[in-house]
């Protein structure tokens, strides 16, 4: 499903820091979908592109194969 080898070695492999990591990502990963789905139903298309953009460098770090396959399709 994910693979954390590259976030860990952001991390220089500090358990800490990886946690930090992954934290900010569950804590802002909700509110960025959000304005995704608001930009998408406002057809705001140079927001969502700088959105998704955003996005895909979290996903892709962390390496979520799902949905970087998804994001990189939009």
Same mark, same amino acid.
């Given at each position: 499903?994910?693979?954390?080898?590259?976030?860990?070695?952001? &991390?220089?492999?500090?358990?800490?820091?990886?946690?930090?990591?992954?934290?900010?990502?569950?804590?802002?990963?909700?509110?960025?979908?959000?304005?995704?789905?608001?930009?998408?139903?406002?057809?705001?298309?140079?927001?969502?592109? &700088?959105?998704?953009?955003?996005?895909?460098?979290?996903?892709?770090?962390?390496?979520?194969?799902?949905?970087?396959?998804?994001?990189?399709?939009?």
């Amino acid at each position: 499903l994910y693979d954390l080898s590259d976030l860990k070695v952001m &991390a220089n492999n500090d358990p800490k820091v990886l946690i930090k990591l992954l934290q900010v990502f569950i804590d802002e990963t909700p509110s960025i979908l959000k304005n995704l789905r608001k930009c998408w139903q406002k057809s705001e298309v140079e927001q969502i592109i &700088a959105i998704t953009h955003q996005i895909k460098s979290s996903i892709g770090v962390i390496s979520i194969q799902d949905l970087t396959k998804q994001i990189n399709d939009i």
